[in-house]
């Protein structure tokens, strides 16, 4: 079977929604392969958010220790920066679904272990860091492989909407996980959520295993595994669009995702509302999220410009971060932050679209662990962005950061004409 080969029937209704004869918002599902994929998606999502939350409330009701919280959260993000084009030579070199296989087990293993450890009240929290480092590092291989898999199931002409359903999917959970955590451990305690946890990864498990990836798709080592690392460091460097879409990842990375961790600041300092309006503002950016994609998924084979796309969505999420910074009222704060988070999501939709079809398989892996080590820079802007409150303000730090989105947009637009002309 050939790359982007299909294991299912196509009606002709399908095919005529996918070829912009119709809305085909879900037409990738049509490929059992990708159907398969997207269920893990789906599991794995809820998983992570269940478990980022169960673990960030165990710490704190062990330690109540701010600093260790934070260390926590930032020790999640460490193996994508450091290990992150280390992963990618190994999903280049490895058997991509059996990778998956070994890395979901590693996952439901060490879950069941340490729920084992806090059900016995095993003193100290040094094993949850562990656990966090360990999952952290799974992830860093778990997240370019899953992207790498998605041009092997589904035809070059379904990999946006491929791409965006994916996308919803995670942010579908991103809205139902962390409130989901929150009443399983009001009902079956810390412990009780890690097995949920393990449970969610045993189906991710049998999803890949029942998933049928050719065999010819398994990579064989050629050289050493640091010639493959510089390999995939110059395809990067010396393909400028490529250069240009791993610019903007950071860009929005570092300059458009930290508002996040300034929301509880806005909450009581600008909005002067209670706490559970935070939740309201934490779950906004997801509604705006799954809005984004799924609209992405219907007209994906409809979009010519997607260059053009990619920038106008960078501006789109500077306008609404400068927009959200001067609110001073609930409601339109909300309403700001639903397209602050749909355009953060239809960025990152298409950059990785773009990348996609812009990198030959073999490289695949690779190029998206370098393009996924920005994952490991959201905490410097996290860093940066706490810094300026204590000086100048929440309001007045979203909206520098909100204009460096925009600035470094247009030097990106002006600098690389074929970011503006992509069509593929």
């Not at 280390?86 to 679904?97: E, F, Q, S, T, Y």
């Not at 999917?169 to 946890?197: C, E, S, T």
Request: with cysteine; hydrophobic share 55%.
């Amino acid at each position: 079977m050939k790359e982007g080969a299909t294991d299912a029937t196509e009606t002709p209704s399908a095919t005529a929604g996918a070829r912009g004869g119709g809305i085909g918002t879900f037409s990738s599902l049509r490929y059992r392969n990708y159907r398969l994929l997207w269920i893990g998606i789906l599991f794995m999502s809820a998983g992570q958010w269940v478990q980022q939350v169960t673990l960030g409330w165990l710490v704190y009701d062990l330690t109540r220790s701010g600093s260790l919280l934070g260390a926590l959260n930032g020790l999640r993000s460490l193996p994508f920066l450091l290990g992150g084009p280390l992963a990618g030579v190994m999903v280049d070199r490895i058997d991509r679904r059996r990778l998956l296989m070994w890395t979901q087990l590693l996952l439901f293993i060490t879950t069941l272990t340490v729920g084992l450890m806090v059900y016995l009240r095993v003193p100290g929290i040094w094993y949850l860091f562990v656990f966090t480092l360990i999952s952290g590092i799974a992830w860093s291989i778990n997240q370019p492989l899953r992207q790498a898999l998605i041009s092997l199931v589904v035809p070059k002409s379904e990999l946006m909407n491929a791409v965006a359903l994916s996308s919803a999917g995670f942010n579908i959970m991103k809205i139902v996980g962390p409130a989901l955590a929150g009443l399983l451990i009001l009902w079956f305690g810390a412990a009780g959520n890690f097995l949920v946890q393990a449970t969610a990864y045993a189906i991710v498990f049998m999803s890949i295993f029942a998933m049928q990836i050719p065999a010819s798709e398994a990579r064989s080592p050629r050289g050493s595994a640091w010639s493959d690392l510089v390999e995939g460091l110059r395809f990067v460097v010396r393909t400028p669009i490529v250069l240009a879409l791993m610019i903007s990842s950071v860009v929005l990375s570092v300059f458009g995702v930290p508002y996040v961790a300034l929301m509880p600041v806005f909450q009581v300092e600008v909005l002067g509302v209670g706490p559970e309006a935070l939740g309201l503002m934490t779950a906004a950016p997801g509604v705006g999220a799954v809005i984004s994609t799924l609209t992405l998924a219907s007209i994906a084979n409809r979009v010519a410009r997607k260059g053009v796309l990619l920038l106008g969505s960078l501006l789109l999420l500077g306008c609404g971060l400068v927009v959200y910074a001067q609110m001073t009222l609930l409601v339109p704060a909300l309403a700001a932050l639903v397209v602050v988070g749909g355009a953060q999501i239809l960025c990152l939709s298409v950059t990785l679209t773009m990348i996609q079809v812009s990198v030959p398989d073999a490289l695949r892996g690779r190029v998206m662990s370098i393009a996924m080590m920005d994952r490991g820079l959201t905490p410097l802007g996290t860093l940066l962005a706490g810094l300026l409150v204590d000086s100048i303000g929440a309001p007045a730090t979203v909206t520098l950061m909100g204009g460096l989105v925009i600035g470094l947009t247009v030097v990106t637009a002006v600098c690389v004409p074929p970011l503006r002309r992509f069509t593929h």
